[in-house]
C-alpha cells in the first residue's frame, strides 16, 4: 500500500434521491465518494470511512477502478449511512425525508499507517471531534482543508473552532459563513475569519459560483451554467475534490495556485450535478474537464 | 432644449422604506429617478414622467444639477406616487406595504419634440402598453433596453411579448427569465429568448452579479462586494443607469462594449445599495466608478 496524494476521511452513504427529474435509491453517495471520485481525475485518493456489510462489492470495485485505495475504508457488521432527500422544483430547496447513520454512528477514523504522511487531507462534514482525531493521527499534512455543516456550527462549536484553527482552507457556503461569524457581510465576515488565523476561505454560492479568499485579496469563480441540473447531491464535495485533485498536480500551494484550483473545483461541481448520484464523475477525462476550465474562463472576459 | 444622449421613461416616487439598518419616509424614488441619477455620470439624461403636486422644488433641482433634463418630467394635479417596504435581514426579501400609484395611475407618456430623436432609450418598468407608445412617438433610436416585472408577465403578456419583439435588449432577474421562458434553467430560457428574435439579454442576479448573453456568447459579470448593502431600492434601475450610461460614451454598441458596459451596471448597482434612496448615486465621479471596474476585472482575475 503507497502513499495517496490525497486523503479524504467523510461519509459513505446510501441515498434515496427524488428530484424533479426523477427518483434513484440505494444510489451510491457520501462525502467521501463524491470528493474521491472528483479528485480520481487528477491524481490517487485514499479514503477512510465506514460501510456496512450490505456495500456492494462492486461498489469497491468501481472506486478502486479509478484509482481511489479503499484499505482505509472499513466494512463492519451493520448496515451503512443512508440518507433520503428530496428537491424541490428550484433544486436550491431540498427536504430530508430521513438520516439512518446506521454504522455512521460509531464511526471511529482510524488512518492507515501509510496513510500518515499524505501531503493533502480532505476533512469531509463529520464532527469536528472525530475531524480532530484524523489531524492527531496525521503525520503535519502540507495542506488541510476543512468542511463542516450548521449542526456543528450550532452543537459543537468548541471543537468545530478548534479543527479550524489547524486547518489551510475552510471550505463553506453563505449561510454558513454568515453563521460561523455572526456577520451577515460577506467580506466583514471573510475578514473575521483571516483574522482569527485562517489563512484561505472559499465560499461556494452553487449555481451563483464561489468566493476564494486569502488575506491580501479576493477571488470570483463563475459557476459553470450546466445545460440540466438534475440532481445537487454531492456537488460540494465534487467541489472539493475538484479543487484538492487540482492542487495534487501542482508542486506549490499558494493563492495564485488556489484561485486556479477554484476553477477546477467549479468545474467538478458542474459535472456533478448534471447526473443522479456519481454517475457526472465517472466518465470524464482531462479533455472534458479543460473544455470547462476555458469555458469559464472565456465566460468572465472582457 | 438640446437632444439628450440617453432618454428614459419610468416612474417618479416617494419611497417609505425601512431596512433593518434604517428607515427613510418621503425618500426619492421611481425607476426614472435611480436610472437617471446612475446614467448622469456618464452623460446628460432626459426623464419622462409624472409626478404631484407634492414633488419638492429641490427634488428638481438636484435632478438639473446632475445633468438631468426635467423638460419631459410633468407636473400634475394630486399627489406623487408613493411605495412604501420593508426589506427582511436577508435583503433579498422584502414585503411591499403599500403602493398608492396616485397621479401615476392616469400617465400617459408624452416624449417632448426634442426628445424623439434620442439615440439611446430605456423603457423603465411601466405597463408594456406604455412602453409600446413610448416606442411609436420615437424616431428609430439606436439601442432601447427594457426593464418588466412578473406583474405585465402574468397580466400584460400580448403586450409585453411585442415590446420584447421591438427593443434591442431586456433586462430581467432570474425570476422573471423563469416566468418568461417557462424555463427553470438558465441557458434553455435565453436561447429561447434569442430564438424569438431578441439580440441581448441580462440576467440580473443581484448580489451574484449579473448574465450578458448575445447569441454568440455568455459573458459573467460579478457583482461588488459592497461592505455594507443598507437598501437595495433602485439597484436595477441603477443598473441599468450604469449600462446605458456607459454604452453612450462608446461609438458603436456591440457585444464586446456591452460586456464592458455590464461591469459598469454592477459598479453602479453597488453604488445604490451602500446607502438609503438615492444617495449612494449622489457624490460620485469618474475616479470612484472606475476603482470599481478594476477591482471587478481584477476579482475574476486568475
Same mark, same amino acid.
Given at each position: 500500500?503507497?502513499?495517496? /496524494?490525497?486523503?479524504?476521511?467523510?461519509? =459513505?452513504? +446510501?441515498?434515496?434521491?427524488? $428530484?424533479? +427529474?426523477?427518483?434513484?435509491?440505494?444510489?451510491?453517495?457520501?462525502?467521501?465518494?463524491? +470528493?474521491?471520485?472528483?479528485?480520481?481525475?487528477?491524481?490517487?485518493?485514499?479514503?477512510?470511512?465506514?460501510?456496512?456489510?450490505?456495500?456492494?462489492?462492486?461498489?469497491?470495485?468501481?472506486?478502486? @477502478?479509478?484509482? #481511489?485505495?479503499?484499505?482505509?475504508?472499513?466494512? =463492519?457488521?451493520?448496515?451503512?449511512?443512508?440518507?433520503?432527500?428530496?428537491?424541490?422544483?428550484?433544486?436550491?430547496?431540498?427536504?430530508?425525508?430521513?438520516?439512518?447513520?446506521?454504522?455512521?454512528?460509531?464511526?471511529?477514523?482510524?488512518?492507515?499507517? /501509510?496513510?500518515? $504522511?499524505?501531503?493533502?487531507?480532505?476533512?469531509?462534514?463529520?464532527?469536528?471531534?472525530?475531524?480532530?482525531?484524523?489531524? *492527531?493521527?496525521?503525520?503535519?499534512?502540507?495542506?488541510?482543508?476543512?468542511?463542516?455543516?450548521?449542526?456543528?456550527?450550532?452543537?459543537?462549536?468548541?471543537?468545530?473552532?478548534?479543527?479550524?484553527?489547524?486547518?489551510?482552507?475552510?471550505?463553506?457556503?453563505?449561510?454558513?459563513?454568515?453563521?460561523? $461569524?455572526?456577520?451577515?457581510?460577506?467580506?466583514?465576515?471573510?475578514?473575521?475569519?483571516?483574522?482569527?488565523?485562517?489563512?484561505?476561505?472559499? =465560499?461556494?454560492?452553487?449555481?451563483?459560483?464561489?468566493?476564494?479568499?486569502? *488575506?491580501?485579496?479576493?477571488?470570483?469563480?463563475?459557476?459553470?451554467?450546466?445545460?440540466?441540473? =438534475?440532481?445537487?447531491?454531492?456537488?460540494?464535495?465534487?467541489?472539493?475534490?475538484? %479543487? %484538492?485533485?487540482?492542487?495534487?498536480?501542482? /508542486?506549490?500551494?499558494?493563492?495564485?495556485?488556489? @484561485? @486556479?484550483?477554484?476553477?477546477?473545483?467549479?468545474?467538478?461541481?458542474?459535472?456533478?450535478?448534471?447526473?443522479?448520484?456519481?454517475?457526472? %464523475?465517472?466518465?470524464?477525462?482531462?479533455?472534458?474537464?479543460?473544455? @470547462? #476550465?476555458?469555458?469559464?474562463?472565456?465566460?468572465?472576459?472582457?
Amino acid at each position: 500500500m503507497k502513499t495517496p /496524494p490525497i486523503l479524504v476521511v467523510g461519509s =459513505v452513504a +446510501f441515498d434515496d434521491v427524488e $428530484t424533479p +427529474f426523477g427518483k434513484r435509491e440505494n444510489a451510491l453517495g457520501g462525502s467521501a465518494i463524491y +470528493f474521491a471520485l472528483a479528485a480520481s481525475h487528477f491524481t490517487p485518493v485514499g479514503i477512510v470511512g465506514v460501510a456496512g456489510k450490505d456495500y456492494p462489492p462492486e461498489a469497491i470495485q468501481l472506486l478502486n @477502478r479509478h484509482k #481511489i485505495d479503499t484499505t482505509g475504508l472499513e466494512i =463492519v457488521e451493520g448496515k451503512t449511512f443512508r440518507w433520503g432527500g428530496r428537491y424541490h422544483q428550484d433544486l436550491n430547496q431540498r427536504d430530508t425525508l430521513y438520516t439512518h447513520l446506521n454504522v455512521f454512528a460509531d464511526f471511529k477514523p482510524n488512518i492507515p499507517l /501509510p496513510y500518515r $504522511t499524505t501531503p493533502l487531507l480532505f476533512l469531509g462534514n463529520i464532527q469536528p471531534e472525530l475531524q480532530l482525531e484524523v489531524l *492527531r493521527q496525521l503525520d503535519q499534512p502540507k495542506f488541510v482543508a476543512l468542511d463542516t455543516m450548521n449542526l456543528w456550527i450550532k452543537t459543537a462549536r468548541p471543537a468545530l473552532d478548534e479543527v479550524i484553527g489547524k486547518v489551510d482552507l475552510l471550505i463553506i457556503n453563505d449561510s454558513e459563513l454568515k453563521e460561523i $461569524t455572526n456577520e451577515w457581510n460577506l467580506l466583514t465576515g471573510l475578514r473575521q475569519l483571516h483574522q482569527r488565523g485562517l489563512q484561505y476561505v472559499i =465560499v461556494k454560492r452553487g449555481e451563483h459560483g464561489a468566493y476564494f479568499s486569502w *488575506r491580501k485579496g479576493l477571488f470570483y469563480a463563475p459557476a459553470y451554467p450546466v445545460a440540466q441540473a =438534475v440532481d445537487p447531491t454531492g456537488a460540494g464535495d465534487s467541489f472539493a475534490g475538484g %479543487l %484538492l485533485g487540482y492542487l495534487a498536480t501542482q /508542486p506549490k500551494i499558494d493563492a495564485k495556485v488556489l @484561485r @486556479r484550483a477554484t476553477l477546477y473545483a467549479c468545474a467538478l461541481g458542474s459535472f456533478c450535478v448534471e447526473n443522479f448520484s456519481i454517475d457526472g %464523475l465517472l466518465n470524464l477525462n482531462t479533455t472534458l474537464i479543460e473544455q @470547462r #476550465i476555458q469555458y469559464l474562463r472565456r465566460l468572465v472576459r472582457i
